[in-house]
């Protein structure tokens, strides 16, 4: 099953896995490090993160480096942006109104 992005990055200990791989490739087990929950958890995450394509498998001996695939981050700004821009209009709008309200109480 392919998941989107916005599914990535709903749960907090996913987004705290994708902050630690934008400053370093690791492994499970180095990830695991930093959470206080099982590995096994920490899979999951990582599988998760893997369906969204998110991040990029790397075999080296036994072990799997993890890194992050940075670039699919745009759908998130991209989204964001739309969302932004949307609120501005808004914004303005309502500045419209108070200018006009303000104008009629003189």
Not at 18 to 33: D, F, K, S, W
Not at 75 to 97: G, H, S, T
Request: charged letters at 30%; proline letters at 2%.
């Amino acid at each position: 099953m392919r998941r989107d992005i916005f599914q990535a990055i709903a749960d907090p200990t996913r987004r705290a896995i994708v902050m630690l791989l934008a400053v370093q490739a690791m492994t499970p087990n180095a990830m695991a490090e930093h959470f206080y929950t099982s590995r096994q958890a920490v899979s999951k995450h990582i599988r998760i993160l893997v369906e969204c394509d998110l991040l990029e498998q790397e075999q080296q001996g036994r072990e799997i480096q993890y890194t992050l695939r940075a670039s699919k981050m745009n759908e998130i700004e991209k989204w964001l942006d739309q969302f932004k821009a949307l609120m501005a209009k808004r914004f303005n709008q309502l500045d419209d109104v108070l200018k006009r309200l303000k104008e009629k109480k003189k």
